[in-house]
């Protein structure tokens, strides 16, 4: 159900896309308003808003680096979905979606849950002290990236 909504926001998001970056009109396309304020410029003309030839040529600066990041946008929203909708054609072929977790297994750390351990957590500490075991600390304990040493 939820494949309605999102197909009607990419619909209306790529016609948005496609009329910001391809439209000829100047008040709505990226790209026809550089052209615009750019042939403007050469004329030596001063194009509203603008006040001067400095504000000319950054309505053109920022008009061309808008339609190009919207092209960007638009192509990897098309980049997400196509994906998107390759994983949904290989769930539904599968039977379900594909997963990488691993089995659920008991942390074997014992550690205070908080930064001041409970009489309870101490005594479970002292046991698992006494039991070989040894808690992490938070300072390179066993299975730390740091390799279990200081130095």
Known sequence: MTGVPL??????TMA???QKVFSSNPAIGYFAQASRYREALA?????APAKD????QQVVTNSTTNGVLQSLFA????VVAANAALV???ALRAGSLPTTEVPFEESRLVEPAGMLA???EKEALRQHAAAGGRASGGHGGRGSAHGGGHG
């Open 53 to 56: 030839a400095a504000q000319m």
């Open 88 to 90: 949904v054609v290989r």
């Open 118 to 120: 409970t009489p309870a």
């Open 7 to 12: 197909a009607w926001d990419l619909v209306v």
């Open 43 to 47: 004329a030596g003309e001063v194009l």
């Open 16 to 18: 948005a896309s496609w």
């Open 75 to 78: 192509v990897l929203v098309l």
